[in-house]
């Protein structure tokens, strides 16, 4: 069993130094990205002179829309990668070449997808990080940050997204192409999840469309955590992600082995 | 002693054309075309066994079903004891499909780092996986190379990182699709002689191998199967291969002189499919193919020797392996 487990471990590590040095090997694409950062901090800023503070931005508490903004951009980044990492990563594997001879590798199906996120997430988090660093030289408040909510939120953002992106990953390996859910998912997220508004804003109908979105939850608990607010607190957006995790994430490995299953039956594998 | 790979009436078919509209144009039907039909053989544990057959043959197809990348449609596989078809995962630590496709590598990391990676898949790590890159390194002669980016390698050089990969795991079974093609002569020898002496005669490794180069698969195997249409049509030791039965015949002559009148009447016999000349007088080789026809080698003594042309023997040739290949894959013979 701990043999296991250490073999499960160096695989996700060496998937995880494959994709660090891929990217990295395409530098100026990877220095673009940081600038981005930059340059999205800066803009929110700026935007955030227009509007007035309040308590609509602050979960009960007076906050600028500065502080609003900057934390749901930061954070939606976990979410892009968890779209993005496992559909790209397998497009490339495609498209390389390489992804008959990892399939051919004692490895588990469901390993080889969920380790192309290792690099993704790690490298989400570095920007993330860059984000918060970035905007505390602009004003944001990081002083109540309840770090334990903040934790388990950051947690359960990644596991309950995860799921989206290994279906995107499973539609690639199946039709050799991306799947348009995946765009429209991460399209309708940006509006509705309450990215750079509060999902007050929208009419009664959409805001139950927002609310089924598992990035609306995540946000929500993870500005709560930045105004210092417990677990307790925050249960419901808890219990939410806790169960689309709990549903989804099986369901999606499912989904991926079913659609390799089906490639190897078609003969269809090693095709892009 | 029971086989250590056996498979069992394997049939494969693959759909001919794919998506929606192809599917609503033939009413819901799918066409496929047969890649394997009814396959069976048994492979024994240390043996190096081949597949031949023309392009479409199903070759490829039968690797991969062994390699577990492509699922059969019908029939059984059973490898050291495990269901292959329903054991994934345990088939996979057993065989290692060697992807000699320059395509199967990430061009933009090292040869090392590659070796890694896959090595790191196959379960290895640390000291061990840096042992092992090194020794499999030197099994084929790229020690030297490991940190030259994989786009700066030859294609010679990629189809030898193909075999060190494939030998990372250090699996029971090997299974190599054309493991010496654009590989030049000198690596090809050394590559032919690891494959036989290095992993199936000190190892003790099963290794399955498809080749379009005939001497290959004469030079390296125990026994061959030679696919056609997706069938097998011929399963022997090289030797023992048979051509149809009524394949031409070779015959060595040595006469002591030739001029062109001797060229003419022996090209004039009915019968005579080829004849190549060499050497000098007093003791010059003629090579002759002649059809399986009764009288065409009497009848081609009889124009050799004519105008006092001294015979001084006749040596039937054993078939050449592309005469047998050609036999066994023409269409008027019957498969099994």
Known sequence: MFADVATAGRKVRATFLRDARLMMSYRLAFLLDWFAIVASVTGLWFVSKLVPASSVFGAGHVATYFQYAVINVAFVTLQSAALQSFENSIRNEQVYGTLEAVLATPTSVSLIVLSAGAWAFTLAFIQVALYLAMASLFGLDLAHVNLASLAVFLILTITATVPVGVIGAAAIVRFKQAAPTQSIFGRASSVLAGVLFPITLLPLWLQGVSWMLPITHALNGIRGAFHGASLGALWTDLIWLAVATILLLPFSLFVFRAAVARAKRDGTLGQY | ?336
């Open chain 2, 1 to 336: 002693m029971a086989d250590f790979i056996e498979a069992d009436q394997l049939t494969k078919t693959f759909p001919t054309a794919a998506g929606i509209v192809p599917w609503v144009r033939n009413l819901g039907r799918v066409e496929r075309r047969t890649a394997l039909e009814g396959v069976s053989f048994g492979v024994r544990r240390g043996e190096l066994f081949g597949f031949l057959g023309t392009n479409g043959a199903g070759k490829s197809t039968i690797l991969r079903v062994l390699s577990g990348l492509i699922l059969p449609d019908g029939g059984s596989l059973r490898i050291g004891g495990i269901d292959a078809l329903t054991s994934p995962l345990a088939l996979r630590r057993m065989v290692n499909l060697c992807c000699t496709d320059e395509r199967s590598f990430y061009y933009r990391l090292s040869a090392r780092l590659n070796l890694e990676y896959f090595g790191a898949l196959a379960g290895l790590g640390g000291k061990q996986l840096r042992e092992r890159i090194a020794e499999v390194a030197r099994a084929v002669d790229l020690e030297g190379d490991l940190d030259l980016r994989f786009d700066a390698f030859s294609s010679g050089m990629k189809q030898r990182l193909g075999i060190a990969r494939a030998l990372l795991g250090d699996p029971e079974v090997l299974i190599f699709d054309e493991p010496t093609r654009a590989v030049d002569p000198a690596h090809t020898a050394s590559i032919r002689a690891f494959i036989r002496d290095e992993l199936v005669g000190r190892r003790g490794k099963t290794v399955l191998l498809a080749t379009n180069v005939l001497e290959e698969a004469w030079e390296l195997c125990d026994r061959i199967a030679v696919l056609r249409g997706g069938r097998i049509a011929a399963l022997a030791p090289p030797g023992e291969l048979d051509a149809r039965p009524d394949a031409p015949l070779r015959y060595e002559i040595t006469v002591d002189r030739s001029d062109d009148a001797l060229l003419g009447r022996t090209r004039a016999v009915s019968g005579l499919l080829e004849l190549r000349v060499s050497g000098a007088a007093p003791a010059v080789l003629l090579d002759v193919l002649l059809a399986r026809e009764p009288q065409a080698l009497t009848e081609l003594l009889r124009a050799v020797s004519a105008n006092g042309v001294c015979v001084s023997s006749v040596r039937p040739q054993e078939p050449r392996p592309a005469e047998i290949f050609a036999g066994l894959v023409s269409e008027r013979r019957d498969v099994r």
